[in-house]
């Protein structure tokens, strides 16, 4: 399995990014695919996860409303469209696949990693 994100970059707050994660040898129908962030001093957090085959989306609770998680099997990629952006949403954001599909926002049950993207919003 290999996860390979992009879209971050630096965005003014109240502005949009849609993070994208190409993904290697998953097949969308018995993971979970989730959207984690770390900030510097922080720890790694959930922020949203899908489960494509169950049918569900999962969001952490400060960025329900404003980020929203899809995947399209034929292309073999998660997004993250993520809007009214604050500074808070500062951070590497990573794309990880659990294999048993736990539908769950802990990093612990997530077996792959990507490398992360920057994203960076100035106040």
């Known amino acids: 399995v290999q996860l390979v994100e992009s879209g971050g970059g630096l965005v003014q707050a109240g502005g949009s990014l849609r993070l994208s994660c190409v993904t290697t040898g998953v097949t969308f129908d018995d993971e979970s695919i989730g959207w984690f962030r770390q900030a510097p001093g922080k720890e790694r957090e959930g922020v949203a996860c899908?489960?494509?085959?169950?049918?569900?989306?999962y969001y952490e609770d400060s960025v329900k409303g404003r980020f929203t998680i899809s995947s399209d099997k034929g292309k073999n990629t998660v997004y993250l469209q993520m809007d009214s952006l604050t500074p808070e949403d500062t951070a590497i954001y990573y794309c990880a696949v659990d294999l048993g599909d736990s539908r769950e926002l802990d990093a612990h049950e997530y077996d792959y990693w990507g490398q992360g993207t920057q994203v960076t919003v100035s106040s």
């Open positions: 899908i489960s494509p085959s169950y049918g569900g989306t």
